[in-house]
Structures are given as structure tokens and as C-alpha cells.
């Protein structure tokens, strides 16, 4: 895929603008209602870390690609809701959308008393619209401590999806922002239109989609 060298290309020149590291963030593939044979191209290409939103579409197509592919990290993207929490942590790696106390002591009390290397994010609605999943901003400050101290759960960072009307800097810089505050390392931000402006703001995993595969059908 020649898509994925021109947005290493991409991501390794907006790293070197990042007013706070060098450091080259993550590649995420997007890879919702891709077949499984554009995945695979995609992992040719070198890259090692897909994103899916959809429990049931991940599970159609997740467990044969993990099984030829074992060191690929999956990581959910799209919203999570507490009756699936138990298929979720059996498929992905990663949690990228943890954005409820009660999503979060499901998740907590599925993992007491396993070793787990899940990682989870919790994605902050950063444009407070009412449609869109994520916890309010106003509220991120005691849901982190909450997940981190009283959940003990393994909080590697933050998530958002700034509203598409929007410019997403402010959204980016907020997230930025919260994340400093709680000396939280990770903050997934940056898709296919805004991911260069992500990276000069931070960012250390960008999800992207229709760049790297095409647009959806
Ligand atoms: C689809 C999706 C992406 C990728 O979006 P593109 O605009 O296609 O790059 C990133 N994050 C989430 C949560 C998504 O659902």
C-alpha cells in the first residue's frame, strides 16, 4: 500500500513541528468495513496497529487476521456499551473508549483477579455535543481519579474526535491539556483531515481512515 509510506512521510515531518517532542507518534489504521484483504495489505505495509469501532464487524474478521498475525495491537475506537464489555476485552488490546463510571466498574470488575495487559483511553467529548460518546470535560477531572485510584485501572492516556464543524486545534489543546494536568502520557487525536495539526499539538497516536484505505463506500 503506498498509501501508508506517504503518511509515515507525512507524520514524520509534522513530528519534527510538535512544540513538545520530537517523538514520532503512533500510526493507528482506522480499519471499520475494510475486508480482510485491505487489512492485510495494510499489515504488508508495515503497519502494526488497527483500530475498529464495531464489536460484531471486529469479531467477524479479528480472530483469524490475529492468529496468522500475532504481534498486531487492536484496539477498539468506537463506543463500548457494558453488555459487550466481556467480548471486547477478549478481542481487543486496547480500549480507546472508556467514557462512563459504570462502563468503567464493569470493565474493573471483568478484570480483578487477571493479569491483563489491556490499556484503555478515555475519550473526552471535547465539543460537548450531545450526539457524540465521551465523558464531559467538566467531568474528566474526577472520572481519571476515579478510574486510576479507586478503579486501579490502567489509564495510558486520553481520546477525542473534535467536532467535524470545528476547527480541532482548541479541541486538540484541551485534550493536551487534561491529560497534563493528570500526567497521563498518551492522547489519541488526528484523523485522515486533521492529523498533522494533531501532531504539532501532541499527539501520540493518530487513527486514520480514509487516507490510508480510501474513502468509505
Ligand atoms: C473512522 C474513525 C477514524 C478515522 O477517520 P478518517 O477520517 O477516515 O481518517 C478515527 N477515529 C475514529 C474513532 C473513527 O471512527
Redesign the pocket.
Known sequence: MNETKNIQQRIIKSSNNNILSKKKPALLA?S?GQAIDRIEQAIQSGITLF?E?RIQDAQKKWPDILKRHPDLELHL??PLQTNKVKEALELFHVIQTLDRPKLAEIIAKHLEGHHSSHRFFIQVNTGEEPQKAGILPQETDAFIVYCIKELKLPVAGLMC?PPADQPPAPHFALLRQIAYQHDLQELSMG???DFETAIRMGSTCV?????LFGERL
Not at 487513527?207 to 487516507?211: E, F, K, S
Open positions: 482506522a471499520k483500530g469501532n475506537i468506537g474526535i484523523m485522515s483531515d487513527r486514520i481512515g480514509r487516507a
